[in-house]
């Protein structure tokens, strides 16, 4: 086992979750894959794509553990299907393309304070939240709609 996939079972781990090969392949996509925002069926293909025999039931029950261990977040965006990202600790909202469900993460600090007040103006002390607005995409070549197509 390789120094790198040596910590990553130290982390798995300590989620409580037994080191598999499977779990392995697959935090190492989430950790390296240049597309943050991945569903079942991305990972399956890219899987598939390397030359791993996973099964896609597989790929949802380790998604669902590392959701529940959390590692991953879990977001339904407007296309219905959840997809996952890893979970950074970082506050972050999202623009999705109404075209072809690229997604796009920002933080925009007035925005968060505006929606504190907001909050406070109605009554309520905001907790958490979630953000997601949906547009489409202006960008003349775009790759992302290219790539789904």
Excluded: W
């Amino acid at each position: 086992m390789s120094k790198s996939e040596n910590l990553k079972s130290i982390d798995l781990k300590t989620m409580g979750l037994k080191t598999t090969l499977p779990r392995l392949k697959i935090l190492n996509l989430f950790e390296n894959s240049s597309i943050r925002h991945l569903s079942a069926e991305d990972v399956y293909k890219e899987l598939l794509g390397e030359g791993e025999d996973i099964g896609l039931a597989t790929v949802y029950r380790v998604l669902t553990q590392f959701e529940q261990a959390g590692l991953l977040e879990r977001h339904h965006f407007e296309s219905g299907k959840a997809v996952f990202e890893l979970a950074s600790g970082n506050h972050h909202d999202h623009l999705v393309c109404l075209q072809c469900g690229h997604v796009e993460e920002f933080f925009d600090p007035e925005i968060e304070k505006r929606q504190v007040k907001i909050a406070k103006e109605q009554g309520f002390v905001l907790q958490d939240h979630s953000l997601s607005l949906y547009a489409d995409c202006i960008k003349k070549d775009c790759p992302d709609r290219i790539r789904s197509k």
